[in-house]
């Protein structure tokens, strides 16, 4: 009895041994994994990586061919200086959302030498005077709840030729035209079986009303 239980201690102590020595062998490889996670690299990092690294480098020829490409012009070297550091910053935002989801596309656009509240400030939202106007006088009335039985589970017009391409209101207050022309691309696409783009510079031009500011 005595020898057994001095070889059930022998075992058990061994066990506890190999178990510590699991738990200081994989501290390492879980710090690893940690530190690679994009989230948490997002969330607590501070410096740079290789691809940080890489455009600081080459920032000048990385903006150099933005410039060229989508044929921008500043008016002094200061301003010139001022939208390379915007457009740089928003390189490393971009990579940074690449690593988060490598299923989407990010990456340089004429968008890029803006700043984030400039670009809010130029190209989202409605002014609370168009609003007022547009409402006024409408009626609003509930859609109606159509029955979902037998829908499949996901449905892309896109990819039945339903969808044009991408339009650019820029900052021309003309919402109200773009929703318009795509609705009737819509329904026309439904009647027909054909897609026609429709131009909201026409509804624009005909417009003698309804504000439509840095619109020409």
Known sequence: MARRGLRLLAGGALLVLV???????????????????????????????????????????????????????????????????VFKANLRRARRHQRLDPTAVHGVTKFSDLTPEEFRRQFLGLRRSS????????????????PTDGLPADFDWREHGAVGPVKNQGSCGSCWSFSASGALEGAHFLATGKLEVLSEQQMVDCDHEVSTRHCY
């Open 131 to 146: 609003a007022r106007d547009l409402l006024e006088g409408s009626s609003a009335q509930d859609a109606p709840i159509l």
């Open 19 to 85: 178990s510590a020595a699991l738990l200081c062998s994989a501290e390492p490889d879980d710090a690893a994994s940690a530190a690679e996670d994009p989230l948490i690299e997002q969330v607590v990092g501070d410096g740079l990586d290789d691809d940080d690294n890489e455009l600081e480098l080459n920032a000048e020829a990385h903006f150099t061919s933005f410039v060229r490409r989508f044929g921008k012009s500043y008016r002094d070297d200061g301003e010139r200086a001022h939208r390379m550091s």
